[in-house]
């Protein structure tokens, strides 16, 4: 298949790892890393967007640009890797099984693709439907990768490139949810770099959410376009995370964008939602809530009624409300997440349903005695 060439978009269901464009030549079943040689980035816009809780939808909007003067057809591919831990491993219909609503555009046409299946031990072997059935059968779990691939050719000029797909968020005892995406893979294609990167991230109302800093430097980089704050170094000073730093980003409403020119990226995007793990100890107002209502209340107990009241006032405190009760200013005052709000009133059938299951599930927290 001389002429052609492979690139690479990776994605790890569980932990779910995605990857910018890289450049690889196929020969038979063998996929060998190249760097492309004439094509380059000029822009990308990387949208993530949470819907129905438990789903994300990608959408990554290619500008390529193709110095040449004939047209150039590269062999693309799209790699997800195959789940891991507690998962179905084997292919439904083919296709990755969390995995879905995959579409190619390329200049305003839909591309069709194929699916093959690569051994992660191996690049250079193609694995059958009935190799991966018979790995399973004997290890219980199957260590390979699909790759979608299609043909995509760039005519001189400006080309449009746009995939989107959906997949089912991973969770864990650590993470209510996390993903990771690789960008460094971008600088495999000619210019080394991408003109112009737009990371946009819609996590949905009232949530917080945690990005590495391994591509930027401080959280004045990013934009929240809404309400919201956002704080350098949250995890170091907030949670027992031996040391480990990660930007946070409180979002009542809106958005979070980060934009970067020439950018050379030499860090990969990790963003999780963390599990609060403290089921050993009761409630108490020396402990942090985290803005999210998501999880069910992780506490048996609460140390005494002022306790058991600011978890009860935590749905009004995400939507700023401006409480007289002073043990409750008091401790919401400190969450780096409150935003006060002079003109919220507090209207109990406005609450969102996770809100009214969060209010219904503390009758169960009791006061913890004190004999």
């Known amino acids: 298949m001389k002429g052609f060439l492979f690139t ?14 890289g450049a690889y030549f196929m020969s038979g079943n063998q996929l060998v890393p190249i760097k492309e040689s004439s094509v380059q980035v000029r822009k990308e816009i990387l949208s993530l967007k949470r819907v129905q809780n438990d789903f994300l939808e990608v959408t990554v909007d290619y500008t390529f640009f193709n110095p040449e003067k004939t047209s150039k057809t590269i062999l693309v591919g799209f790699e997800a890797f195959s ?30 693709y194929e699916i093959s299946y690569v051994s992660t031990e191996d690049a250079k072997k193609e694995l059958s439907l ?6 399973i059968k004997e290890f219980d779990y199957a260590e390979f990768y699909y790759v979608y691939h299609f043909n995509a050719t760039f005519q001189p000029g400006e080309n449009r490139l746009v ?31 991408i003109d112009d990167f737009t990371l946009t991230i819609d996590m949905g109302d009232y949530q917080d959410f945690y990005i590495n800093p391994t591509f930027f430097k401080s959280v004045d980089e990013w934009t929240v376009n809404g309400i919201g704050e956002k704080v350098d170094g949250f995890m170091k000073e907030y949670r027992h995370s031996n040391g480990q730093n990660a930007a946070a980003f409180f979002v009542q409403k809106g958005i979070v964008q980060f934009k970067k020119k020439n950018f050379h990226p030499k860090g990969e995007l990790f963003l999780f939602n963390p599990r609060y793990l403290t089921y050993q100890e009761p409630f108490s107002l020396d402990m942090y809530l985290p803005l999210t209502t998501d999880s069910d209340p992780y506490f048996e107990e609460a140390t005494n009624e002022n306790a058991l009241k600011v978890l009860q006032n935590l749905p009004y405190a995400r939507r700023g409300y401006i409480f007289s009760n002073a043990v409750l200013k008091s401790y919401y005052e400190k969450m780096p997440w409150y935003i006060p709000n002079k003109d919220y009133v507090p209207k109990p059938e406005e609450l969102q349903q996770n809100e009214i299951k969060w209010l219904a599930d503390l009758k169960k927290i009791k006061i913890k005695s004190t004999k």
């Open 8 to 21: 690479l978009l990776i994605l790890l269901q569980s932990n779910i790892l995605f990857a910018n464009d």
């Open 83 to 112: 789940p891991s831990g507690d998962a179905d491993f084997y292919p439904k219909n083919g296709q990755h099984p969390y995995m879905n609503d995959f579409i190619v555009n390329l200049n305003q046409k839909i591309l069709p």
């Open 130 to 135: 009935k190799d991966i059935e018979n790995t």
């Open 163 to 193: 995939h989107t797909y959906k997949f089912r968020l991973s969770g864990s005892v650590d993470y209510l949810y996390n993903f990771e995406y690789i960008l460094t893979a971008a600088n495999r294609w000619a210019n080394n770099k």
